[in-house]
């Protein structure tokens, strides 16, 4: 797969994973990016939160440049290694140990948002066997993305988060499609009576249908590129973005298992 790693920049920590890095000498003074792995690039002007999963465990690696260190799965590292974006060729350098519930409440920058600072929270789908186990969140364009935050708005109790890390942080209407209008992830959950990030099935066919609607009839109506085609539009953005050293193209092997399970 082809993906593109947008990076969201950690503006401040949440306090248990701020004792970790303040105990760390090599983080002192350095950029920490959580790392999240997409195909939708042209969707970041969306995004209003970040997922991870509690139980997935997360490291602090260095890069290729000594002031930016990447935070994600050992697994991503692994495969970052060879793609020119370590240290050097192969080279994986573990600076820091995380597991994904230390993490919720973490403030990040997330590049092209119209919010300046969104929050790092939990979703149970998150894979630690796909991109970089960091989601970047997009409610409303993508299904899966908008009903974990509905669960969370809902019972923010039981997912041990503040309520104003979501409450505040609605869907932005970034994409127009002609069946599912400027709210796709919206109308479609709504259409479908989807309520949950539980509801697998349901999503899984509004994910394809917005996946579809979204990619062949969608135009950008927010940014530098309003007006534009979601086809035209989505290899511009992606440049802009790593021209702007806020994103890295990343490529994974597809993973057999995984795609059979689907
Ligand atoms: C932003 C985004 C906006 C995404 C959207 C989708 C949509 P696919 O096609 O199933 O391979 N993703 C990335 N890593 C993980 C992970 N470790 N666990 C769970 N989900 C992950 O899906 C690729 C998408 O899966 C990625 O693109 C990412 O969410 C998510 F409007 O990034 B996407 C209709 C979908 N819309």
Redesign the pocket.
């Known amino acids: 797969?082809d993906y593109t790693c947008i990076k969201l920049k950690v503006l401040e920590f949440s306090p248990e994973a701020q004792v970790i890095v303040a105990a760390n000498k090599e983080l002192q003074g350095k950029q920490i990016f959580m790392v999240?792995?997409?195909?939708?690039p042209e969707?970041m002007y969306g995004q209003t939160n970040c997922f991870v999963g509690v139980d997935i465990k997360y490291g602090i690696y260095k890069t290729r440049n000594a002031d930016e260190l990447f935070l994600m799965t050992e697994r991503a590292a692994r495969n970052m290694a060879f793609q020119n974006l370590s240290p050097s060729n192969g080279e994986v350098v573990k600076v820091a140990d995380f597991v994904g519930s230390q993490l919720i409440g973490t403030q990040v920058q997330a590049p092209l948002s119209s919010y300046p600072s969104v929050y790092v929270l939990p979703m149970d789908?998150?894979?630690?066997t796909?991109?970089?186990?960091v989601?970047?969140s997009?409610p409303s364009?993508?299904?899966?993305?908008y009903a974990a935050v509905m669960d969370l708005k809902k019972k923010a109790d039981y997912y041990k988060i503040k309520p104003e890390w979501i409450a505040s942080y609605e869907p932005i209407p970034i994409i127009n499609t002609p069946v599912y209008g400027n709210l796709a992830?919206p109308t479609i959950c709504a259409q479908m009576k989807i309520n949950s990030q539980k509801d697998k099935t349901q999503l899984a066919l509004a994910?394809e249908a917005?996946?579809k609607d979204?990619f062949y009839n969608g135009v950008i109506i927010i940014g530098e590129h309003a007006g534009k085609s979601v086809q035209e539009a989505k290899p511009l953005i992606r440049q802009m973005l790593i021209d702007a050293n806020q994103a890295v193209p990343y490529n994974e092997p597809e993973n057999l298992v995984m795609s059979r399970s689907g």
């Open positions: 797969q999240a792995a997409t195909l939708r969707t789908g998150v894979l630690a796909k991109g970089t186990g989601v970047t997009v364009d993508s299904p899966d993305d992830a994910k917005v996946y979204g």
